[in-house]
């Protein structure tokens, strides 16, 4: 081994360990992101409300990990009997909305949690949702009386989201409430057949921050009063779904992750020195100039040189004829009605065009037809679009 290599191993291990000492020193800082995840006991995830779930719907609650569509098309007793559906912040695809209506319209209550719905569910239902408030603090409280002394304050990243457009038969159930601004609605009743549905448009009520508060746990538990003492199916496929990736569990676990880091770090100093070492010079070898390119360009520059428009005109045609006898077999001897006809058929360009290059064409034929520029334009033009 080297000076110049045990120099850098050096420093590259004096690096790590400095890297290392900043990592184990820094302080844990709160993930404040809005994941609804039942995994994460970060503020607003759903661990604390995944546990409590249980007791919340009397041990009657059951979490299904498919969509609703998949749900629905291998159960076919439950399609018969009446119950509830609940969705938290998952994205549903159409197709299972359409079970669900289904649900719904036998008599089943769905109950959705979510400050982003499509337009199309909502269009169903019969709202609209917009974003109605940017205050940092607002009150969620129910409309019903015997509700009126329970409350739930929102201080962290409230969403300001609520129901700027509600059809006549929706009823309103709760709102939102400011210093600043009238009261929003931001829970409301739907009926669809014979069932209900129910939207609340703030699900930061159920995650992990607001729960841990004793007394905001009596808001989340009206809420879910208004569903019927039956069978509830929590459809948790977005919010259940695992990384697969390959390296989760290595990087979860700090020790791995940084021997994982020194890994990696120490295979890119050691291919880097050892290809710059090995690596030979590559000859740089010019190109083949293209000499063909060059004489038809001397050959272009004299024409225009010699102002010979007629020539150039006449050997255009020539070129022109002699590809349509060759590619499009068509006899060039006459250049009649015959002619254009069956050149119109095979190229499918408009006749008009088609009888215009042959006036053209004729025209650089006659060694006595006076020709100008602008005639050996238009008919490059004109021949060249033909043959595309």
Known sequence: MNRTFKIYAVIFIIIMVILALFELN???????????????????????FNKESKDLFKNKLTKVNLSAYNYYSQNSPIKDKKHNILIIESEIDAESWYKILEQA?????????????????SDSIGFYMSQLSFEDNNVLKLTDKKYKDDS??????????????????????????????DDQANFIKAPFGKGNIFVHSEPLFITNYYLLKPQNLKYAENIFSYLDENETLWFTEANTTESSWSLRFILSNPPLKYA???????????????????QRIVPVIE???????????????????????????????????????????????NL???????LHLKTGKPTEMIE?????????????????????????????????
Not at 158 to 178: D, N, R
Not at 260 to 278: E, P, S, T
Not at 363 to 380: G, H, I, R, T
């Open 105 to 121: 319209d036998k008599g089943s209550n769905v109950m959705i949690v979510a400050d982003r719905i499509p337009k199309k569910i």
């Open 26 to 48: 820094k302080k844990e800082v709160l993930d404040w992101r809005k994941n609804f995840d039942v995994n994460k006991k970060s503020p607003f995830g759903l661990f604390i």
């Open 336 to 342: 009649d009605a015959d002619f254009a006809k069956k």
């Open 152 to 181: 739930l304050k929102l201080d962290k990243f409230p969403s300001g989201k609520g129901f700027s457009y509600i059809k006549p038969k929706v009823q309103v159930l709760g709102k939102t409430v400011e210093k600043e601004n």
């Open 287 to 333: 190109p083949l100039k293209n000499t063909s390119a060059d004489f038809v360009k001397s050959i272009g520059n004299l024409y225009l040189q010699e102002g010979d428009f007629h020539d150039m005109m006449a050997k255009k045609a020539q070129y022109f004829l002699n590809k349509v006898r060759i590619d499009l077999l068509i006899d060039t001897q």
């Open 260 to 278: 994982w880091w020194i890994f990696l770090g120490g295979m890119v100093l050691f291919i880097f020195f050892n290809a710059k070492r090995k």
């Open 356 to 388: 215009e290059a042959v006036i053209l064409i004729k025209k650089a034929q006659d060694p006595y037809a006076s020709v100008m520029k602008e005639d050996l334009a238009k008919m490059n033009s004109l021949l060249d679009s033909i043959l595309k």
